[in-house]
Nanobody, 121 residues
């Protein structure tokens, strides 16, 4: 059982940056960041393979967000630049037991508790 703990959320203004971190209790395969805004479904934000050699982003964050990982520290990151009010959500880290990235929440078996990101206009 892999445990995931996110950190780095907060309240920022539009145009600012934040860096989220997710510490895993053990080695993991593909991992991803999801987010969920009030009244909306959980959506895929970005994913990364175990090696870090392949990444995937949803269109709305492509070019602004960067996912990366440090396997020596069992940690993944989400660098978020040029933040917009519509990025406001609870951000979740997720891991799966396969090497490939998937965009569906049901494809991930391990989840963190989430960290709140609020972007004011």
């Amino acid at each position: 059982q892999v445990r995931l703990v996110e950190s780095g959320g907060g309240l920022v203004q539009a145009g600012d940056s934040l860096r989220l971190s997710c510490l895993a209790s053990d080695r993991t395969n593909a991992m991803a960041w999801f987010r969920q805004a009030p009244g909306k479904e959980r959506e895929f934000v970005a994913g990364i393979t175990q090696s870090g050699g392949r990444t995937d982003y949803t269109d709305s964050v492509n070019g602004r967000f960067t996912i990366s990982r440090d396997n020596a520290k069992n940690t993944i990151f989400l660098q978020m630049n040029s933040l917009k009010p519509e990025d406001t959500a609870v951000y979740y880290c997720a891991a799966r037991n396969y090497i490939s990235i998937r965009r569906g929440p049901d494809d991930y078996g391990y989840w963190g508790q989430g960290t709140q990101v609020t972007v004011s206009s």
